[in-house]
Every structure is written in C-alpha cells, then in structure tokens.
C-alpha cells in the first residue's frame, strides 16, 4: 500500500519493481487488495497485456491507521536509532545487490 499511497496509480509490472515481486506473488496480492476494496485493476485500453493498478478512497483512508505502525514497530524491537539506521542502509545495500543480479 505504501507504493500505492505515493504513486496512486501504476501498472502491475511497476508495483512489482518497486517491491521486488514477480506476477506470481504479486497478483494474488493485488486481488485480495482489490477485493477489499482498497484498489482497482483495469487492462490498458491500447495494450491488453498492460493492467494498472489505481488506489480507491478507501485504500487512502487506510494510510491513517498505518501511520502509527513504524513507531509501535520500533518500541517492539528497542532497537538503537543509530543501530535502526544502519540496518537500514544494510538491507537496501543487499537488496541492491540482489538487484543487480537479477
């Protein structure tokens, strides 16, 4: 959902770039997200292989409730910020590296 909060529409393939998925785990996903009424999916008018993926006001509305989760996350794991950070930076470090491979 954070994808789409700060996108608001994308096709499929771009979702599954920003968060490192491929189709097969990424379209059960999306239907359950559509099926809850959070997004919509819509083939492309020019190109039927294209679907994009676009928020609804109700997954908006749902940003509210996910705001307080990174910091009721953090009180979980009474991590250091100064540790926090750099496992930050480490894990975008080996997701780039992964990347690259790819």
């Given at each position: 959902?954070?994808?789409?909060?700060?996108?608001?529409?994308?096709?499929?393939?771009?979702?599954?770039?920003?968060?490192?998925?491929?189709?097969?785990?990424?379209?059960?996903?999306l239907k359950r997200?559509?099926?809850?009424?959070?997004?919509?999916?819509?083939?492309?008018?020019?190109?039927?292989?294209?679907?994009?993926?676009?928020?609804?006001?109700?997954?908006?509305a749902l940003k509210?409730?996910?705001?307080?989760?990174?910091?009721?996350?953090?009180?979980?794991?009474?991590?250091?910020?100064?540790?926090?950070?750099?496992?930050?930076?480490?894990?975008?470090?080996?997701?780039?590296?992964?990347?690259?491979?790819?």
């Amino acid at each position: 959902m954070m994808v789409m909060w700060e996108h608001k529409e994308l096709r499929v393939k771009e979702v599954g770039e920003k968060l490192f998925l491929d189709s097969s785990t990424l379209t059960p996903l999306l239907k359950r997200l559509e099926e809850k009424g959070y997004v919509t999916r819509r083939r492309s008018e020019t190109d039927e292989r294209d679907v994009f993926v676009t928020i609804t006001g109700r997954g908006e509305a749902l940003k509210e409730k996910a705001v307080s989760v990174p910091a009721r996350l953090a009180a979980c794991v009474e991590l250091e910020p100064r540790k926090a950070e750099k496992l930050y930076r480490m894990l975008y470090e080996i997701i780039g590296t992964l990347t690259k491979r790819t």
